[in-house]
């Protein structure tokens, strides 16, 4: 059995453990409640008084729920892009430092669902508790800010502090929303089920793993010790980051089994009718994407060789020889380093300028032939080409409307789940920053 297929069984398992039934559905409130409970540390939102999550979209992979036959399934179920429901495991971004916003404290001790050794043993400060046992430290706020620095960062005065404010806000909510579906998960199996917990545990440690080193291979760092050390270096705890992966597993795995059946898949008609209320969203620019191979008169001996090197190697590129290849081991400009990419990709941004005349009248997959410069001769690839005017509805772009469709239904659907929990499960802001 393939591992997707597995993870989809266990989670349907775990959820049937857990009792099967789906939350059910309430319309949206404000969320004013959670500004004034931000505001008024210690203020308590008790059954029947929390307001709706938060609406803050994150970047998140998409779910492993009903999609279009025409989009590739991920291998980990996970909340959409747009989903509000909890807060994106954080992403190490190099480079991007970020001041904490107030004074970290590590390790965090896993609190609802699977013990941690390290418990005993944590100075954790507690800013939200949900639930009865369980709780939101500083730290795990501060790392997601973190992600977000660029919001802030360049900013001065009391913009600055009224923008990290913001930030602030909109994570701890997130949070908070992610943890009331952890509890509401871990709830109903150690009601229904209560040996089910290790198993949900240690799937979601597997997936949590299989992200992480996704995302160390990416980053091009040959051992976890060396992405553990990138992590403490921009100030995240090694452990909170992993534990941040876990959590987001838990609850992908619970909401989709909430809203399996509650969105389907968006008909062509609903599709085109998207496509005509929103023409604004779909006009493009003039954008193209080209390669070129520059040969240099300094590497010869006359002009007239250098170019007749030009018109051999502008054969060989026209009889069928990788251009990329012929850029790499006969180019002499710094294209060489970029396998052959041009600078540029709208209307008086292609470098050098000589070549914006000829650039554009080139059709995608052909060639410009050989084009002399002040300093040499250059041979143009056109690759992509993007026309000025409204996209057509073709299949690139129905695949993406509906893919956009259906995560605004999903959304919705989670709107409601997460407003239901907020009603069901106390939430008390301990402290406010």
Same mark, same amino acid.
């Given at each position: ?28 409130? *404000? ?20 307001? %709706? ?35 994106? $495991? ?6 991007? +430092? ?10 965090? *001790? ?21 639930? $009865? ?58 009601? !229904?089920?209560?040996? *089910? ?6 799937? $979601?440690?597997?997936? $949590? ?14 051992? #976890? ?27 992908? +795995? ?6 399996? %059946? ?5 008909? &062509? ?11 604004? #969203?779909?006009?493009? #620019? ?39 290849? &012929? ?6 400009? %710094?294209?060489?380093?970029?396998? =052959? ?6 209307? =008086? ?6 070549? #914006?005349?000829?650039?554009? %009248?080139?059709?995608?997959? !052909? ?7 002040? !300093? ?29 469709? *259906? ?27």
């Amino acid at each position: 059995m393939d591992a997707p297929l597995r993870r989809r069984m266990l989670a349907a398992c775990l959820f049937a453990a857990a009792g099967g039934a789906g939350c059910g559905m309430f319309g949206h409130e *404000a969320d004013q409640r959670v500004s004034e409970s931000l505001a008024n540390p210690g203020l308590t939102m008790s059954r029947g008084q929390a307001p %709706d999550g938060p609406k803050a979209p994150i970047t998140l992979p998409p779910p492993d729920r009903p999609t279009l036959s025409t989009l590739p399934r991920p291998e980990t179920p996970s909340v959409p892009p747009s989903s509000p429901v909890h807060s994106e $495991a954080p992403v190490l971004q190099l480079g991007v +430092m970020a001041p904490s916003p107030r004074e970290v404290v590590t390790p965090v *001790a896993a609190v609802e669902g699977k013990p941690s050794a390290d418990k005993a043993n944590s100075a954790v400060r507690p800013i939200a508790t949900v639930g $009865a046992d369980n709780f939101i430290s500083d730290e795990e706020v501060s790392m997601m800010m973190k992600q977000r620095a660029m919001d802030y960062i360049l900013l001065k005065g009391d913009e600055r502090v009224a923008k990290e404010k913001e930030v602030y806000k909109e994570e701890l909510k997130k949070l908070i929303d992610r943890e009331l579906i952890v509890s509401e998960f871990v709830g109903k199996l150690r009601k !229904n089920n209560p040996s *089910a917990l290790d198993e949900l545990w240690e799937q $979601a440690g597997k997936m $949590a793993d299989s992200q992480i080193r996704a995302r160390r291979v990416a980053l091009k760092l040959k051992s #976890e010790a060396e992405f553990n050390a990138k992590l403490l270096e921009q100030g995240m705890d090694p452990k909170l980051f992993r534990r941040q992966f876990e959590r987001q597993a838990v609850a992908g +795995m619970y909401l989709n089994m909430v809203l399996k %059946d509650k969105t389907g898949t968006p008909t &062509l008609a609903q599709v085109q009718d998207y496509y005509t209320r929103n023409a604004k #969203e779909f006009q493009s #620019e003039d954008r193209v994407k080209f390669q070129q191979l520059f040969i240099s008169t300094s590497r010869f001996d006359s002009v007239a060789a250098a170019q007749k090197r030009a018109e051999e190697l502008f054969a060989a590129a026209r009889s069928g020889v990788d251009f990329t290849q &012929l850029v790499k081991e006969h180019g002499h400009g %710094d294209s060489v380093l970029r396998g =052959g990419a041009g600078v540029g990709e709208k209307r =008086g941004e292609i470098q050098p300028p000589e070549l #914006e005349k000829v650039i554009w %009248d080139i059709k995608p997959g !052909n060639f410009s032939g050989v084009v002399p410069s002040e !300093n040499g001769f250059y041979i143009l690839r056109v690759q992509e080409r993007q026309v000025s005017g409204r996209r057509p509805l073709d299949e690139k772009l129905q695949t993406e409307i509906r893919n956009k469709l *259906a995560d605004k239904a999903y959304q919705a659907e989670m709107d409601k789940v997460t407003a239901q929990l907020w009603r069901q499960i106390g939430v008390t802001i301990v402290e406010n920053r």
